[in-house]
């Protein structure tokens, strides 16, 4: 079996010389462990900070061993009793072609619309920050706001979300190609290196992944009162000494707020996100992008790329004997099949005003705003009945109804909402959908 070593840390920034492809035995699962054949691999620049002796983020890599890296796998046999052969899995599987892992390390992940990969991009821990991050700002209509690196894996999806709701987004990014794909999102681009006059009038929100001179830069445009997002510093992920943000002074001067985010702390909410972003792909307001990179043996390079001539999006590597099984086109979420007696299938045709957390509630049925299907699972929604289970007596086909629906309930979202029958109510007829 053939996996892809760290054969020597890296003294600034990675190259495929700091890697080897190398047999390994065949692994076997133990009691507890779960046999997973990888079919993806995404490519994380926090990693770099665990290739030195002095590993900032957690313990150094191991020399002469497996790279840790995120993957999405599927299980081939299984000792453990909540895994079963052809499951989807996700988790940190190595870049490897087979791993006997712990099952308490795997996640189960649903099989949907949407390729196996996409769980290693927008609905997996990358679309999860760019959500989380865009929350904690809030970004109103009308705000501006600037993100850096914008055209990587985070950045282009927080672009999007920031766009979808209405603010004016400015991309920092490097390089021609970088710069015109975010034209393609409809956003403005600047480029990193050069004049930041494009900023003005000034910067409300600012989320930084880059950190180093950049932060400094951009922080000298800030509006009052402005808010700044810390996510990570790329810029000085390759240096020996910690990775710096500069100087802090306009945060003082322009009365502003500087935050640091990490998503582990909003972890407990991923359900939710993640569904809100599956809806999202599949009604096309969120595009993922990604750089696909073909083999196991291609992943070094796929991993050198995150800081030198980076391509758009997330950088994903497919392995070759997944290909045939791993398509790359995402999909529409199909229309929900199964109707048990006592459920209804609500087509939904308004959400609450946040998207993110606001619960809609008597009295606020005035602010709620049209919106295209498919929906956000878990979300606040008014629709109407689509379809009832045979038990349902207090619904009419066609009834307005409202109701926060059921975020646990996979794969019962699309463009209709399927729910039990006692989680909508009837919608008041003095109330409108627009
Ligand atoms: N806090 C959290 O929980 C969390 C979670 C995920 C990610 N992050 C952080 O968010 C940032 C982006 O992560 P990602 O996964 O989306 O990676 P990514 O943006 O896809 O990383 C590659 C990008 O980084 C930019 N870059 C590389 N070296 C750079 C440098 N020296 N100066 C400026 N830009 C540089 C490149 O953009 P250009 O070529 O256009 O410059 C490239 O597109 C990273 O700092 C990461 O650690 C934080």
Redesign the pocket.
């Known amino acids: 079996m053939k996996a892809i070593h760290l054969t020597a840390y890296p003294d600034g920034p990675p190259t495929p010389a700091h890697f080897a492809l190398a047999d390994e035995p065949d692994p076997v699962p133990g009691e507890g462990e779960v046999l997973v054949q990888v079919l993806a691999l995404g490519?994380?620049?926090?990693v770099r900070m665990r290739m030195s002796e002095n590993s900032r983020m957690g313990p150094p890599l191991a020399l002469d061993a497996a790279v840790a890296g995120r993957g999405v796998g599927r299980v081939l046999a299984s000792r453990h009793r909540d895994f079963a052969p052809g499951d989807l899995v996700g988790g940190e599987l190595g870049w490897r072609e087979r791993g006997a892992l712990a099952a308490a390390a795997l996640e189960r992940l649903a099989p949907g619309a949407h390729p196996p990969h996409a769980h290693l991009n927008a609905l997996g821990?990358?679309g999860l920050?760019?959500w989380f991050?865009i929350e904690q700002v809030a970004p109103r209509a009308g705000e501006t706001i600037v993100i850096?690196?914008?055209?990587?894996?985070?950045?282009?999806l927080a672009a999007q979300l920031a766009r979808n709701l209405g603010a004016r987004v400015i991309g920092?990014?490097?390089?021609e190609a970088?710069?015109a794909y975010l034209r393609t999102l409809g956003v403005e681009s600047t480029d990193?290196e050069g004049d930041l006059a494009p900023l003005a009038p000034g910067v409300d929100i600012f989320i930084d992944?880059?950190?180093?001179p950049?932060h400094d830069r951009v922080l000298s445009h800030l509006a009052p009162k402005a808010r700044v997002l810390?996510?990570?510093?790329?810029?000085?992920?390759?240096d020996a000494a910690p990775p710096r943000y500069g100087n802090a002074a306009p945060i003082l001067f322009r009365r502003a707020t500087m935050a640091?985010?990490?998503?582990?702390d909003h972890m407990p909410r991923a359900a939710h996100a993640r569904a809100a972003l599956d809806a999202a792909i599949s009604d096309g307001t969120l595009e993922p992008a990604e750089t696909v990179w073909r083999g196991l043996e291609q992943a070094p390079h796929a991993f050198a790329?995150?800081?030198?001539?980076?391509?758009?999006?997330?950088?994903i590597v497919i392995l070759e004997d997944s290909m045939a099984e791993t398509s790359l086109t995402y999909g529409e979420v199909p229309r929900p099949q199964i109707m048990p007696h006592d459920e209804v299938l609500v087509e939904v045709h308004a959400t609450s005003v946040n998207p993110f957390e606001t619960k809609l509630r008597r009295g606020w049925f005035a602010q709620l705003f049209p919106v295209r299907p498919p929906h956000i699972l878990g979300q606040d929604v008014a629709g109407t009945i689509a379809e009832k289970g045979f038990d349902v007596a207090q619904y009419e086909i066609g009834q307005r109804v409202w109701g926060l629906l059921d975020p646990a309930k996979p794969g019962t979202y699309a463009e209709y909402v399927g729910a039990p029958s006692y989680m909508v109510r009837p919608m008041p007829s003095n109330l409108s959908f627009e």
């Open positions: 490519m994380d620049p926090a821990p990358t920050a760019a991050a850096a690196p914008a055209a990587g894996a985070v950045g282009s920092l990014a490097r390089g970088q710069l990193a992944g880059v950190g180093g950049l810390l996510i990570g510093c790329i810029a000085g992920y390759n640091g985010f990490l998503l582990a790329a995150l800081f030198a001539d980076a391509s758009p999006g997330k950088q």
